[in-house]
Structures are given as C-alpha cells and as structure tokens.
C-alpha cells in the first residue's frame, strides 16, 4: 500500500456512457497527477494539480475532465471515449521533493 | 524537454544472479532528480530506488544498486540475487528539482523475467 488509492479498480464502459475514476490520497500531498499507461508505450502523464489549481494539461482530449476539489481527492471525468481510450490510468502525489506515490490503477475498456 | 530511453524491452535473469537494466536521458537542467520504478502485475507502480543528480554517491537500496553516470546522462539499475518476486516492469524516471507540481518523465519500461 502507497497509500494513494484509486476506485474502482476495473470499469467497463461504452461510448455514450459517463463515468468518473477516483483517487484519494491522506499523505498530505500537495500534488496530484493523471496518467495513461497503454500497452506498449511510456506512461503519459495527462494532467497535474498543484495545491488544487490545474498546472498543466497536456494536451488531453476534452472527453476527460478532471476534477481536483481538494489536496486530498482527484477526479477524472470521463464522456463520449473512444476505443483507443482504453488504458491503464495511474493516479500518483507527490509532496515537496519527495518521490511520487502511485495507486493501483483503473483498468479502463471502451466498448 | 526531457527524454528518458530504456533501450532494453525485455531482459530475463537466472534467480539468485545478477541483471543490469539501462536507462539514458537527455536533459539540459544540472539539477534533477532520477528514479527507478517496479509494476508487478498487481499494476501497483513501487519505487525501488532515487538518486539527486548533485550527488556524485551512486545509491543503494538492498539488492538494488544504481550506476549514475551524469556527463554521460546515463543511469543503470543492477538487481543483486535476483529473487523470482522481482519479476516485472521497471520504469526509469526523471523529474526537475522543482518542488511540489512537477512531472515525472518515464522511459518505455524493461519487462524483467526471473528465471528459477
């Protein structure tokens, strides 16, 4: 355990759905990032929030929008993904210059 | 921009023996931060070991080891008495030395098999 926490776990959904992916962290981090991990290619890192505020966006599709409503909790909200959305999304903290803590994952599949 | 390369898509050790997992990056920043990371199939992304680019002491962690050679951008993970739960995918990481928002930039992951 990292003590960063991500739900759920697996999500199964189809085009037209609206879904969100969570993650909780109470390390007292002041960071938080989304990453993309898909088959065969380096992570990548989709967004980063610093004590809440958006820092940067890296060029993500506007069918995933994220959420940070406090230091603690981050969202990921999901609409109208295609199949080549399906991946592995990483949540991760990070606190001043320590490492980054990462959760389990959600493996996501678009149908 | 910061590119970190892992040459090595997959690399398999006999347990017990000694395996080294390379990793290049290209930066034009003098302080920084260097990561290795380990993905088992749980998926669960566990830092092995970290090394501060100002420091010329390679770092050690247990088996794990590093060889962080800075004017060559080069930074290697070597894994001692390779144990069968060491099994899987190791990520190389870098990240500025700034503090609290800054990104990690991974290379494209080793698949470590440990033979019995």
């Known amino acids: 355990e990292t003590g960063v926490t991500q739900t759920p776990r697996h999500l199964v959904m189809g085009m037209t759905n609206k879904k969100s992916l969570k993650c909780e962290q109470h390390l007292g981090h002041n960071a938080m990032y989304w990453y993309k991990q898909s088959a065969k290619k380096p992570l990548e890192l989709m967004f980063v929030y610093n004590f809440k505020e958006q820092t940067e966006n890296n060029s993500v599709p506007s069918r995933f929008s994220p959420e940070c409503p406090n230091s603690s909790h981050l969202f990921l909200h999901l609409h109208t993904l295609q199949p080549e959305d399906s991946a592995l999304y990483l949540c991760?903290?990070?606190?001043?210059?320590?490492?980054?803590?990462f959760g389990q994952g959600t493996r996501l599949t678009v149908v | 921009a910061q590119t970190v390369t892992q040459s090595q898509p997959e690399m398999s050790v006999q347990e017990a023996e000694t395996v080294t997992l390379s990793c290049t990056y290209d930066?034009?920043?003098?302080?920084?931060?260097l990561f290795w990371y380990k993905q088992p199939p749980s998926r669960q992304m566990i830092l092995v070991i970290r090394?501060?680019?100002?420091?010329?002491q390679n770092a050690t962690e247990n088996r794990f080891s590093v060889n962080f050679q800075k004017a060559a951008k080069s930074f290697s993970l070597k894994i001692s008495d390779s144990q069968l739960g060491d099994a899987a995918m190791y990520f190389c990481?870098?990240?500025?030395?700034?503090?609290?928002?800054?990104?990690?930039?991974f290379g494209e992951g080793t698949q470590l098999t440990v033979n019995p």
């Open positions: 991760a903290s990070k606190g001043g210059v320590t490492e980054a803590f």
């Open positions: 090394q501060e680019a100002y420091k010329q």
């Open positions: 930066t034009s920043e003098s302080d920084y931060y």
């Open positions: 990481a870098y990240r500025s030395q700034e503090t609290s928002g800054s990104r990690l930039t």
